[in-house]
């Protein structure tokens, strides 16, 4: 056999992604690894709400936000998806074929400069790490399917070939890049009532350990000291800059509100939920205008937008405190 599949008939063309990244959110991507177990677990046709009360431990961390991932025991908990570390000691093909043919799922780090979903970005431009998820593999046609950021697709030839490193001389200084085993044969698909009463108790265990001091407020300050440097370094330097602040506390406070929506259908959780969706809302709004700052090279006072987004912040966390209290 030259051809594998963990989920059989997923194509490009027929993929359609959960409602997390649907029309009308605010953050369409939030980074690479949360958007990949967004899709992961909805093509398991498993709720992926259910796994994000950890954003709300993000934190503002001097020179970005928290890089914001669910946590692998967290996974099996909700789930029973079991994540360990590859060794990856042969060429990542052989891997991907042992266990890809098993059923198991392939996490891997590879180079966006082969990936065609990144066209007008990093596609055959530029070169940038991003982690892909294999779900199936055709040898002989050169064809590889994989999850990446919020969707399902579809790369051949070349880049099939540069992917997996195939016809390269060996080089002694190639370090592989990271990558995890995925293992679906004990996925759990719980009552909804189940799964709910599993996100509740772990909204408590992120909640106490939120940021001690608003990462807002502090970000704001930051802003104000780093926006001299980010107009004189310029757009792509900004665009890197911004991934990993702006864009992580704003998506880290949409993916808070989705889970309080879909955890109480009720509108007791309503509360919350939109103090961190006003918290996403101006951060997109910050991204648009930093953007159009640094290309004029024209002063900017961000200090209302991110007072009013600390606010919203705080807001937040004690009514969520406050909610979760009454049970």
Same mark, same amino acid.
């Given at each position: 056999?030259?051809?594998?599949?963990?989920?059989?008939?997923?194509?490009?063309?027929?993929?359609?992604?959960?409602?997390?990244?649907?029309?009308?959110?605010?953050?369409?991507?939030?980074?690479?690894?949360?958007?990949?177990?967004?899709?992961?677990?909805?093509?398991?046709?498993?709720?992926?709400?259910?796994?994000?009360?950890?954003?709300?431990?993000?934190?503002?961390?001097?020179?970005?936000?928290?890089?914001?991932?669910?946590?692998?025991?967290?996974?099996?908990?909700?789930?029973?998806? @079991?994540?360990?570390? %590859? #060794?990856?000691? +042969?060429?990542?093909?052989?891997? *991907? $074929?042992?266990? &890809?043919?098993?059923?198991?799922?392939?996490?891997?780090?590879?180079?966006?400069?082969?990936?065609?979903?990144?066209?007008?970005?990093?596609?055959?431009?530029?070169?940038?790490?991003?982690?892909?998820?294999?779900?199936?593999?055709?040898?002989?046609?050169?064809?590889?399917?994989?999850?990446?950021?919020?969707?399902?697709?579809?790369?051949?030839?070349?880049?099939?070939?540069?992917?997996?490193?195939?016809?390269?001389?060996?080089?002694?200084?190639?370090?592989?890049?990271?990558?995890?085993?995925?293992?679906?044969?004990?996925?759990?698909?719980?009552?909804?009532? @189940?799964?709910?009463? %599993? #996100?509740?108790? +772990?909204?408590?265990?992120?909640? *106490? $350990?939120?940021? &001690?001091?608003?990462?807002?407020?502090?970000?704001?300050?930051?802003?104000?000291?780093?926006?001299?440097?980010?107009?004189?370094?310029?757009?792509?330097?900004?665009?890197?800059?911004?991934?990993?602040?702006?864009?992580?506390?704003?998506?880290?406070?949409?993916?808070?509100?989705?889970?309080?929506?879909?955890?109480?259908?009720?509108?007791?959780?309503?509360?919350?939920?939109?103090?961190?969706?006003?918290?996403?809302?101006?951060?997109?709004?910050?991204?648009?205008?930093?953007?159009?700052?640094?290309?004029?090279?024209?002063?900017?006072?961000?200090?209302?937008?991110?007072?009013?987004?600390? #606010?919203?912040?705080?807001?937040?966390?004690?009514?969520?405190?406050?909610?979760?209290?009454?049970?």
């Amino acid at each position: 056999m030259s051809s594998y599949s963990v989920i059989p008939g997923l194509t490009q063309a027929t993929y359609s992604r959960h409602a997390l990244h649907g029309e009308g959110v605010i953050w369409p991507e939030k980074n690479c690894y949360a958007d990949l177990w967004i899709e992961l677990l909805h093509a398991q046709k498993l709720a992926p709400e259910a796994m994000l009360p950890f954003v709300l431990a993000v934190d503002f961390e001097g020179d970005q936000w928290t890089f914001f991932k669910p946590s692998h025991d967290e996974l099996r908990q909700l789930y029973g998806i @079991e994540v360990s570390e %590859l #060794t990856v000691w +042969l060429p990542l093909l052989q891997h *991907a $074929r042992e266990h &890809t043919a098993a059923g198991k799922w392939i996490s891997v780090e590879v180079d966006a400069h082969w990936l065609p979903d990144t066209a007008g970005t990093d596609y055959r431009q530029a070169h940038s790490k991003t982690t892909i998820v294999i779900n199936a593999i055709d040898e002989a046609a050169e064809r590889l399917g994989y999850f990446h950021n919020a969707g399902y697709y579809e790369l051949s030839g070349e880049d099939f070939r540069r992917t997996f490193r195939l016809g390269q001389e060996d080089d002694a200084t190639y370090l592989p890049l990271f990558a995890e085993l995925v293992r679906l044969d004990r996925v759990v698909h719980r009552p909804a009532d @189940e799964l709910r009463a %599993l #996100t509740r108790h +772990l909204l408590h265990t992120h909640l *106490a $350990r939120r940021a &001690t001091h608003n990462p807002v407020a502090r970000f704001s300050l930051r802003f104000a000291q780093d926006l001299p440097a980010l107009q004189a370094a310029g757009l792509a330097h900004y665009h890197k800059w911004a991934f990993g602040t702006v864009r992580q506390m704003g998506a880290a406070c949409e993916l808070a509100a989705q889970c309080l929506d879909w955890l109480a259908t009720d509108g007791s959780l309503a509360e919350p939920a939109a103090a961190y969706r006003r918290v996403a809302e101006i951060a997109k709004t910050l991204i648009l205008k930093g953007a159009r700052t640094v290309a004029s090279k024209r002063a900017f006072d961000a200090a209302p937008l991110l007072d009013e987004a600390a #606010t919203a912040w705080d807001q937040g966390m004690a009514s969520l405190q406050s909610a979760l209290a009454r049970g």
